[in-house]
Every structure is written in C-alpha cells, then in structure tokens.
C-alpha cells in the first residue's frame, strides 16, 4: 500500500510569517513529487514540482525534498490570508501512472 | 500554463437519469487522464485512470458500469454517471497528465446533484 501522510492541520501562522508544511511518503521508489493548493469549492491547483534532493523555490515557495527521510515539505514565506487553504501532496511511487494524495494539511493565515 | 477544462461546472439532475461530463486538455495532449469525487471536507478519491485508445482502469469499489468512461482522443475524455442516485452527488473532478513534463493538472470540477 502507496501512503502519503500529512498533518490535518489546521495549521495558523500570522501573516507574513512562515509556514512549514510537511509530507512523508511510503514507497522509496517514488521519483516525482507534486504540491498543490485547493481553495474550498475549488478543485486542485498545481503549485510546485520537484524531483530531485534538496531545494527547489519559486516565489515565496521554496519545495524541499529528502528521499534517503522519504519527506518533502512545502515553506511559504510572507504568508498572505489569500494562502489560506487546504494543501495536498502528491507522490507519483516508482513503476506508478498515477498520483497518491496525501488528505491535505488545511492553513490558515490570519491577519 | 497547461489549462484542463470540464463542462458542465454544475448540473442537476433526477435520480434515474444519465449525466456526462467532459474533460479537456486545452494547450497539451494527454495521453493520461483521470477522474476524481470529493465529498465535501473529504479527500480527493481517484475513481479511474482513463488512457486514450483503450479501456479506462477503475479503481477498486468503483463500479465501472455505472462510471462509463470513454478517452476517444489526446485532448478528451469523457464520465457518464449512469441511473444517477441521490448518493452520487458529489464534485467530480478531472485531471490531465502532460506527458512532456510529467505533472498532472486538474479541471475546474463538475458539481453533480442528483434530487
């Protein structure tokens, strides 16, 4: 059984602090790593990739990654109310054509 | 970016009846699409893995007589809720894979009720 487990949250942060959003995963063949936001109503929005160990940013969102941790984790900075929702990870396990979802940490960035 | 889109975005219907949805890829083909439910506060649940050219692979508990799933091309595929029921309401959502850059990227969704 493919896993991907995050915290339910909710997590609150102030705005214009940072938040940490974490994902560990269970196949250690997985390669492809995937962060997507998902206001409420809204279907899922593609934020950031990433594949390879360490840092990848883009904007105020930097995507890390461990594969020897089996972890990747999502950082906001200068967080915004607008940011308030509902996080999803996704791991494509190796050998897989789908993604496995992890059930989403909500934030919440209040003012 | 890589756009998906879905129609219709919202629909009613009566229990008995038949409804379509449709799935495209607008800027890239794909290959790969799939189609999720969410129940409201729930996670998403993948229902089937539709490949263009050939029979959709369903995922366990999900009845694929009732889920018709049809990728005719690169750009479309298709989810016919068949005899809808009350409990099938739910946001169905499609999504796309880009085969070049190897991400998926979802349609706006489809809020099917069934009265």
């Known amino acids: 059984q493919k896993e991907v487990e995050q915290n339910s949250g909710p997590l609150s942060v102030p705005e214009g602090a940072i938040a940490s959003l974490n994902c560990t995963y269970s196949?250690?063949?997985?390669?492809?790593f995937f962060w997507y936001r998902q206001y409420s109503g809204k279907s899922p929005e593609l934020i950031m990739f990433?594949?390879?160990?360490g840092d990848k940013e883009d904007g105020r969102f930097t995507a890390q990654l461990n594969k020897a941790s089996q972890y990747v984790s999502l950082l906001i900075r200068d967080s915004q109310p607008s940011d308030s929702a509902t996080y999803l990870c996704a791991v494509k396990p190796g050998g897989y054509n789908k993604l496995i979802f992890g059930a989403g940490t909500r934030l919440a960035v209040h003012p | 970016g890589a756009v998906v889109s879905q129609h219709p975005s919202r629909v009613i219907c009566k229990s008995g009846t038949s409804v379509k949805i449709e799935c495209r890829s607008l800027?890239?083909?794909?290959?790969?699409m799939f189609w999720y439910r969410q129940f409201p506060k729930q996670s998403l649940m993948l229902m089937a893995t539709s490949n263009e050219g050939s029979k959709a692979t369903y995922e366990q508990g999900v009845e694929k007589d009732k889920f018709l799933i049809n990728h005719a091309s690169l750009t479309l595929s298709t989810l016919t809720v068949t005899s809808a029921h009350p409990e099938d309401s739910s946001f169905y959502i499609c999504?796309?894979?880009?085969?070049?850059?190897?991400?998926?990227?979802f349609g706006p969704g489809t809020r099917l009720t069934v009265l």
């Open positions: 990433i594949y390879s160990n």
């Open positions: 800027d890239f083909q794909a290959t790969t």
């Open positions: 999504s796309a894979r880009d085969l070049y850059a190897d991400t998926q990227y």
């Open positions: 196949d250690r063949g997985s390669q492809s």
